[in-house]
T-cell receptor, first 111, second 114 residues
């Protein structure tokens, strides 16, 4: 089973609106990453945030990390239909090469 | 530069057969990790190879095995296939290991066991 939860499991919004996805985890981390997956294809890396960082931006994406609450959030601003995908958070396991993924949030952006 | 290439993209096998999946990482990347994705269990880590050595292994039965060659290409093998092995198998390459650096994923191999 996976160690980490994401909410909501599904999110449906209109184009132009903002989308916020949350990720919680149980143990301490060195870093946390966010990935996007389009319809059963490969994962695309979005952002990596380290445990000593609180916020990171990349284009329309903003990721925050609260290590005291063991949670992270991904905000997509001014969403587009092309943002429709599943979004996963993944934390390092402390063991090299292993990422532990959350269950994912399925985002639908309606044109 | 070329991305991570997985072959084949789709595969249909019969229960009891074995299958070999291939992954060519990004040039210069020495770490290759494998994941299984199913609707019920999500993304589960299988194993990771670095410079031809398995560094980490997930909680999968011994029917799942892998190897890495000197050119960093990796293969995973599943023997005695079961219906529950039907899944999308993803490999990811990274410079030093996906836990601490960005991992680049291939498009996956969709395996269907009938």
């Amino acid at each position: 089973s996976q160690q980490g939860e994401e909410d909501p499991q599904a999110l449906s919004i209109q184009e132009g609106e903002n989308a916020t996805m949350n990720c919680s985890y149980k143990t301490s981390i060195n870093n946390l990453q966010w990935y996007r997956q389009n319809s059963g294809r490969g994962l695309v890396h979005l952002i990596l945030i380290r445990s000593n960082e609180r916020e990171k931006h990349s284009g329309r994406l903003r990721v925050t990390l609260d290590t005291s609450k063991k949670s992270s959030s991904l905000l997509i601003t001014a969403s587009r239909a092309a943002d429709t995908a599943s979004y996963f958070c993944a934390r390092d396991s402390g063991n090299t090469g292993k990422l532990i993924f959350g269950q994912g949030t399925t985002l639908q952006v309606k044109p | 530069k070329a991305g991570v290439t997985q072959t084949p993209r789709y595969l249909i096998k019969t229960r009891g057969q074995q299958v070999t999946l291939s992954c060519s990482p990004i040039s210069g990347h020495r770490s290759v990790s494998w994941y299984q994705q199913t609707p019920g269990q999500g993304l589960q880590f299988l194993f990771e190879y670095f410079s031809e050595t398995q560094r980490n292994k997930g909680n999968f039965p011994g029917r799942f095995s892998g190897r890495q060659f000197s050119n960093s290409r990796s293969e995973m093998n599943v023997s005695t296939l079961e219906l529950g092995d039907s899944a999308l198998y993803l490999c990811a390459s990274s410079l030093g290991g996906g836990g601490n650096t960005e991992a680049f994923f291939g498009q996956g191999t969709r395996l269907t066991v009938v």
